[in-house]
């Protein structure tokens, strides 16, 4: 692998093994094991130094991991799951000492250039003219927090709760019976919410789509999603279900204009780029 591809240092591989003293029973093993992961985590990527990943072996008493930290504009939820079958794959070849050919995977470096002609040849033309019309009079949604601004370290994080099966139940029996995905009723209730905190009629939500144009590109590591917005026109009379509707509608016509960049959504319309600034 080292021969075919670089060396440990770009790489970003770092072995890291226990001695004697850590090897004290295996729950204090899990600690220090988690204590590593999280420390690797967080260290900062620079983006303008490749590469945007690092990977690191971590040998305890009872079993070895590894660690691969990747950086998400280089990687989306689906190529993590390519990354791991491909790793596996690699493994099981080496384990059974049989002839293993490592294919060189350009699918993103290739979608982007394939996108960068479609936008200098005009052929995203028709999908601009929707979003421009679609965000007309958009603005940046204002909300009262009173909790004060802290500093952001750049480190994601994540908020997990659980629905109790009964009303998880209901909610999905209203759902069907809107003729509506769970997803869109969630989104839909969202927009309510956000309403309510907000008291703006207009409401803008974006929400991240996978974008894979062809079969070409089905088993190809990278960031292959757009994060499109869906706005809602929420009256003070407006009823759920027709809240449901226009979630509906905003997720098909998304989809049907998904190839047209974010960014260059949001660089026709100023007040929504400001998010950075003023959040």
Not at 76 to 84: A, K, M, R, T
């Amino acid at each position: 692998l080292k021969d075919n591809l670089c060396d440990d240092s770009r790489l970003g591989l770092s072995p890291t093994n226990m001695t004697e003293g850590e090897r004290v029973c295996n729950t204090a093993e899990e600690s220090i094991a988690k204590s590593i992961i999280a420390e690797e985590i967080s260290r900062v990527f620079l983006l303008d130094c490749a590469p945007l990943f690092r990977i690191r072996l971590l040998t305890l008493r009872q079993q070895s991991y590894v660690v691969i930290c990747i950086h998400h504009i280089i990687s989306d939820g689906l190529s993590l799951h390519i990354l791991i079958q491909k790793l596996f794959t690699y493994y099981d070849l080496l384990i059974k000492h049989e002839p293993m050919r490592l294919i060189t995977d350009s699918g993103f470096y290739d979608f982007i250039q394939q996108e960068n002609r479609k936008l200098s040849q005009g052929k995203y033309n028709q999908h601009k003219t929707f979003w421009d019309e679609k965000m007309k009079g958009a603005v940046l949604l204002s909300t009262k927090s009173e909790h004060a601004q802290k500093k952001i370290n750049g480190l994601g994080k994540e908020k997990q709760f659980f629905i109790p099966t009964a009303l998880s139940k209901k909610l999905y029996a209203i759902a069907m019976d809107n003729e509506v995905t769970p997803f869109m009723f969630f989104l839909a209730t969202l927009s309510v919410l956000m309403r309510f905190y907000t008291k703006s009629s207009n409401i803008v939500l974006m929400s991240p789509l996978t974008f894979r144009p062809d079969c070409d590109y089905e088993s190809a590591v990278g960031c292959f999603i757009n994060t499109l917005p869906l706005r809602f026109s929420l009256k003070e009379d407006v009823s759920f279900s027709n809240v449901l509707s226009q979630a509906s509608k905003a997720l098909m016509d998304a989809y049907i204009h998904i190839e047209y960049p974010t960014n260059l959504i949001l660089r026709n319309h100023v007040s929504l780029s400001q998010v950075n600034a003023t959040a």
